[in-house]
């Protein structure tokens, strides 16, 4: 380092014949010039002997690369400053520029390595398998903690740099410490926002919702898409987003499918004649589950839970591993059962249906002859 500061001076002292400035700008661009084939060098060396051996570093390395980049600019900058030919005030402006900076490099490597961590926390888990709910606890817990997580960085890290600077010091003290009038009047502005973040860390600890659960909000079906650390986007069945904000699951009730377990029992209701076969109806429904993919294999019933003056109600229940299978079961129940009963059972039709096709046939005929 002190031979490198060495040739710069002995560069300056070379060009002293030209304006300062101009030394100046020659002196910085060599700096940056020199940091940028040092560090190609590095990085190509540290390639092919990482390539193909370790992928993982490989894939660091590909994060990293920002962060060292401007970790080797800084760090250039800093050995050719004492010998830029430069007033005193300007230097002292220019120390203060790396010095920022600097915080922002840490505060960038602390963002970048927290992710990188993250990232090999949840290689563990996949959210693609049948039964995902551990999956889904750990990747909701955290992406929500890490959504937190950065917004502490870069309010520290604002904070540090402000407070590198005389006259707005005390604004970077009360991101620190919201204290007085000015922490008072900041902390009710910021009130939503803190809200939100607390509420995130909430249901980070709390998990009410997961990634990917099936949730009824504002009478809406659809999955959780992704939390942030202000709102959750909800994917509803038709693809539509639903942004709602993240203190909502909070302080309001919904329906959450998946809270515990993937597994729902899906309901079909049938009105049918008092002449209704039940119990053949009830071994066809076995019949429809058993051959249905969408069945787990767990709950299959099927009976009478009202009877009105014209029409009996006749429920059918039919389980499976998730929602999307058991609305996909439901569907396949109906339009099985209705047709099963057209064929084999026309009696168990509702009785006003089977006078009115029975009025409307003669009808036709006629208009056909």
């Known amino acids: 380092m002190n031979s490198l500061r060495s040739a710069f001076i002995t560069l300056r002292d070379t060009l002293a014949w030209l304006p300062d400035p101009v030394v100046a700008l020659i002196m910085v661009a060599l700096a940056v010039l020199l940091a940028l ?3 190609g060098w590095l990085r190509y060396l540290l390639r092919r002997i990482v390539v193909g051996r370790y992928p993982f570093v490989h894939s660091l390395m590909s994060r990293l690369r920002g962060v060292t980049l401007l970790a080797v600019l800084i760090f250039a900058l800093l050995i050719v400053l004492r010998a830029l030919p430069i007033e005193p005030e300007t230097r002292h402006l220019f120390a203060r520029l790396l010095l920022i900076a600097m915080i922002a490099l840490i505060g960038w490597a602390a963002l970048t390595a927290l992710h990188i961590a993250a990232e090999v926390y ?3 888990f996949s959210l693609d398998s049948e039964d995902n709910l551990l999956a889904r606890k750990h990747f909701t817990q955290v992406r929500v903690l890490l959504r937190s997580a950065d917004v502490m960085i870069i309010i520290v890290t604002i904070a540090a740099a402000l407070m590198t600077f005389e006259e707005v010091r005390q604004y970077g003290v009360s991101l620190f410490a919201s204290a007085g009038v000015a922490g ?4 009710l502005a910021a009130r939503p926002v803190l809200s939100n973040l607390f509420a995130g860390v909430q249901l980070a600890m709390a998990q009410p919702i997961r ?5 009824i909000v504002e009478g809406e079906f659809g999955n959780i898409e992704e939390i942030t650390a202000t709102y959750v986007v909800v994917r509803l069945w038709d693809l539509r987003r639903m942004i709602v904000p993240l203190s909502y699951f909070i302080e309001k009730p919904f329906q959450n499918w998946t809270r515990d377990s993937s ?8 009105y049918l004649d008092y002449r209704a076969p039940i119990a ?3 071994e066809k429904l076995a019949e429809i589950c058993k051959n249905s993919k969408n069945w787990n294999g767990d709950v299959v019933n099927l009976a009478v839970t009202d009877t009105k003056q014209t029409v009996i109600e006749v429920r059918a229940i039919m389980s499976a591993n998730s929602g999307g299978q058991a609305f996909d079961l ?3 129940v109906r339009e099985e059962m209705i047709d099963f009963l057209q064929r084999e059972h026309p009696e168990a039709l ?4 089977s006078e009115q096709a029975l009025r409307e046939r003669p009808s036709a005929q006629k208009s056909a002859t």
């Open 330 to 332: 439901r569907c396949e």
């Open 211 to 215: 990634i990917e659960d099936a949730v």
């Open 350 to 353: 509702p009785v006003q249906r």
């Open 37 to 39: 084939i040092v560090y």
């Open 122 to 124: 949840l290689r563990r």
């Open 263 to 270: 597994a729902l029992i899906g309901t079909v209701m049938f």
């Open 184 to 187: 008072i009047v900041a902390g």
């Open 280 to 282: 053949v109806m009830r």
